[in-house]
């Protein structure tokens, strides 16, 4: 007789979100809970435990590192449920970056050592682990490239862009409006920049802000 498939899990099961082969990997690990503002990970600390997102979000950033930019950040990106972090150090060096917590979030948190051995009974893993690694060194040599390559405002509409979806009205929206000094912070400039630029482009009827989001009434000029 055929033995019957697994069953399904439970809609109450916090890992019921992950894939495959990430619940599997989260099984192994401790499950936490953590309130909004909690910082996860400090950059510059060693660390070897890499955390899966079962829900809320996190935002991962970096500091200054001179007198005059130790206030400064600069936002690397966001990351909700499904997503995993601070794999980075797994090489043994310190943390790269600084992972707070924006929306409470429950995580399973897994150590080196169990990494490796998941990866020792699931091969396949280690390329799901090479493969997160490249996407985000990628997006970091972009968003190095913009830096550099971009004014700001430049910057603003590639990060407008980004976030926002189609609707069919063909208009565009950002569902969860960014604060002027979260999107400063993406940007690498001052939150005053920022406030002027999107003055600017509400002025001219480019933008406009809802309830909870932004809506893009038509696409963003290229040079302002």
Known sequence: MASSPPPAPSPLDPLAVLTDSLRELARRGELK????????????????????ILSGKVRVFGTGTSDKTR??????????????????????????????????????VVTKQTLLRHIAEHPEFALDLLAKV???ARAATLNAKQLALSDVYGRLVLLLNELAVPQPDGTRLVAERPTHQEM???????????????KDLEGGGYVRALDTGLSLAKPLPSRW
């Open 33 to 52: 809970r953590y309130r909004k503002g909690h910082r996860l990970i400090e950059e510059g600390e060693q660390g070897d435990t890499i955390f899966i």
């Open 71 to 108: 206030d400064r950040e600069i936002t690397y990106g966001t990351y909700g449920v499904g997503e995993y972090i601070g794999e980075i150090s797994l090489d043994g060096g310190p943390r790269s970056a600084s992972v707070e917590v924006i929306e409470a979030c429950e995580c399973a």
């Open 134 to 136: 490249i996407r985000r």
């Open 184 to 198: 400063a912070n993406r940007l690498g400039c001052s939150r005053e920049m920022v406030s002027r630029l999107m």
